[in-house]
């Protein structure tokens, strides 16, 4: 049997410029669902990825009947 995955609680939001290059870091707070914390890396992306991200989840929201 599969645990269900971690319920989110927040996502922090950072730029910064690494070698003249623009970045976005994205970090996601969860919780189990027995309550303990998760908490992910930051995960640094371009602005071009970014806009994809966001694409896609746009596109699973429209999937889901969301606009």
């Given at each position: 049997m599969?645990?269900?995955?971690p319920?989110?609680q927040?996502t922090?939001?950072?730029?910064?410029v690494?070698?003249?290059?623009?970045?976005?870091?994205?970090?996601?707070?969860?919780?189990?669902?027995?309550g303990?914390?998760?908490?992910?890396?930051w995960?640094?992306?371009?602005?071009?990825?970014?806009e994809?991200?966001?694409?896609?989840l746009?596109?699973?929201?429209d999937?889901?009947?969301?606009?």
């Amino acid at each position: 049997m599969t645990a269900p995955a971690p319920r989110l609680q927040s996502t922090n939001i950072r730029t910064r410029v690494v070698n003249g290059k623009p970045l976005i870091g994205v970090k996601h707070t969860a919780k189990t669902s027995s309550g303990l914390p998760v908490s992910t890396a930051w995960i640094d992306m371009s602005p071009e990825e970014v806009e994809g991200l966001i694409k896609s989840l746009q596109e699973a929201l429209d999937e889901l009947g969301k606009k």
